[in-house]
């Protein structure tokens, strides 16, 4: 997926104004020439309209502040972003994409995320294109006097406060909508809250009635979340249906470019669409070689707690195959537990790079078995088919073992680290290392990205899952467009000790803390923790399954 070749899309707009083309070549948020931000100062001060060009591969732009609106320009121009594949991070104090012109606002090829509103536009209409706009605080996209069209859109995960917000918001506009799906906002929040009527084109999702999805090919009240699951490639998310879902190959070859959406021929990332029988609803086409029985959706509902010991505790369907105290093994510094993918056996680590295996988990070396003298070794993640996994140190080494391959270090790559706490697969087979302060650090067959991290922090962070981060003191960090699903400082949730790992199922993700308390975030069910009991060490790690 990542490094495709994006193939230009034909958007719609008017034809009567000059446009002007301005391109973003950075990802730095900084108001300097080929950024984004440069590029909405400058269309606003242009009297014409804009379409700005993302070039592609640029994966994430992260704001550190509001983006400039966009006012028209001096008149009542359009403006149209052509996101070629790039995710742009908001803050939750600010909206993300925000125009008051009358002219209208086209977003495509991008996704929208971590802002108060993704999109807001008081002035003209608003049309999204092969895009995604999910874990926004309010509205996913909201106009205050226009319509909205989407054309392969996938809105979701939005409005985690309630009503008002929806996913879609207009205050008199219309709707209309082609292949795309609306679902998973909480606390009582429609999908979509429309003003004026809402139009079907066909082939439409969404997990609630409000959208008035009942043309053909729609699926009202059918999106199930167990169905939806997010894979964080080079420091971008991509969110996408598991194999089997209805959304996947639901609309006919035939129909794949009707109603407004001539001419579309590949996803938000490049891919060509269709992929299998059909074309997929939504923003993101499921490739085939995307592993079919590994997604986080497909787990079983069950976590597994480890201890510093080798304790091992399960909770739901989880399956307990063994510890280390159980074998009459004492140990005082295992750092971590991961699962095979059937969930029927598991690997620890210790410090020293040791390695022990349980159940169906098979024992494919461990650092003292090559000789090699570590005490800094601080997790452990297995391959997408539990034939392997890696091992990381605190400077960012990284060690693999069976089919797990070895894509690049920090050491390796002559950056200096002593913070780091963890590492994640994610479903490309990458790896990321995660330090202290939020750095993330991406290997894998397509290259190396780094993101530096925060500049501050309350607490510092103690995990990584696949898309996520978790600080001791509960706050979560969703990386890309990995649906945030709550933390416990947003519930106002002090944990008596620190929180020490994420394990995700689907778009929820469960936390547990040092004292063998679990916190179930974004409906995963809480299955049970061991808060209270007489623990031999403290807990170091979970992980689902």
Wanted: proline share 6%; with cysteine; glycine share 16%.
């Amino acid at each position: 997926m990542a490094g495709a070749l994006l193939t230009s899309v034909a958007l719609p707009g008017p034809a009567a104004d000059a446009l002007t083309i301005l391109t973003v070549t950075s990802t730095a948020d900084t108001n300097t020439p080929g950024t984004l931000r440069f590029a909405l100062t400058t269309a606003d001060a242009t009297n014409d309209d804009v379409e700005i060009d993302v070039q592609a591969g640029l994966l994430g732009i992260p704001l550190t502040a509001a983006l400039p609106s966009y006012t028209g320009g001096g008149g009542n121009h359009s403006l149209t972003i052509d996101g070629g594949g790039v995710t742009v991070y908001g803050q939750s104090s600010s909206d993300v994409l925000v125009s008051t012109s009358s002219g209208s606002l086209t977003v495509s090829q991008m996704t929208v995320t971590g802002g108060a509103d993704g999109i807001h536009d008081s002035g003209g209409d608003v049309t999204v294109i092969n895009a995604t706009i999910s874990g926004n605080q309010g509205s996913g996209i909201l106009t205050a006097a226009g319509d909205v069209s989407l054309v392969y859109a996938t809105v979701v995960d939005n409005a985690p406060s309630g009503s008002p917000d929806a996913n879609v918001r207009t205050a008199g506009g219309d709707l209309s909508s082609f292949g795309s799906v609306m679902a998973f906002t909480q606390d009582g929040a429609p999908d979509c809250s429309v003003g004026g009527s809402t139009t079907s084109h066909g082939f439409n999702a969404s997990d609630d009635a409000s959208c008035g999805f009942t043309a053909p090919g729609d699926l009202e009240n059918r999106v199930p979340p167990l169905d939806f699951s997010t894979s964080c490639h080079l420091s971008a998310c991509t969110q996408y249906w598991v194999p089997g879902s209805p959304l996947v190959d639901a609309i006919p070859i035939a129909q794949c470019q009707a109603d407004g959406a001539a001419g579309i021929t590949v996803d938000e990332i490049g891919t060509s669409r269709p992929q299998g029988s059909g074309c997929d609803i939504g923003a993101i086409e499921l490739e085939p070689a995307l592993p079919n029985c590994l997604c986080p959706a497909q787990h079983p509902y069950g976590y597994s707690l480890v201890g510093a010991d080798g304790g091992v505790f399960t909770f739901g369907d989880a399956s307990f195959v063994g510890s280390l105290p159980e074998l009459g093994i004492h140990v005082h510094d295992i750092v971590g537990i991961t699962t095979v993918a059937a969930g029927n056996g598991y690997w620890l680590a210790d410090t020293n790079g040791g390695v022990f295996a349980f159940g169906s988990a098979q024992f494919e070396g461990s650092l003292p078995a090559l000789g090699i003298d570590v005490h800094d070794i601080v997790g452990i993640v297995s391959t997408l088919d539990g034939r392997g996994y890696w091992l990381v140190g605190a400077d960012g080494g990284v060690f693999a073992f069976g089919d797990a391959t070895y894509d690049g270090s920090l050491p390796a790559r002559g950056i200096v680290a002593k913070n780091i706490v963890g590492i994640a697969q994610d479903y490309s087979g990458d790896y990321s290392l995660a330090g202290a302060n939020g750095s993330v650090f991406t290997f894998g067959p397509d290259g190396f990205a780094g993101w530096p991290g925060f500049s501050s922090l309350s607490r510092p962070v103690t995990g990584i899952e696949n898309g996520y981060l978790v600080g001791a003191d509960g706050g979560v960090f969703s990386l890309g467009n990995a649906p945030f699903d709550g933390s416990l400082p947003a519930d106002h949730i002090s944990p008596l000790r620190p929180v020490v790992g994420i394990a995700r199922s689907g778009i929820a993700y469960w936390l547990t803390s040092s004292d063998g308390a679990v916190f179930a975030l974004g409906g995963v069910p809480y299955l049970g923790g061991m808060s209270g009991s007489a623990l031999a060490a403290p807990v170091v790690g979970i992980t689902s399954g």
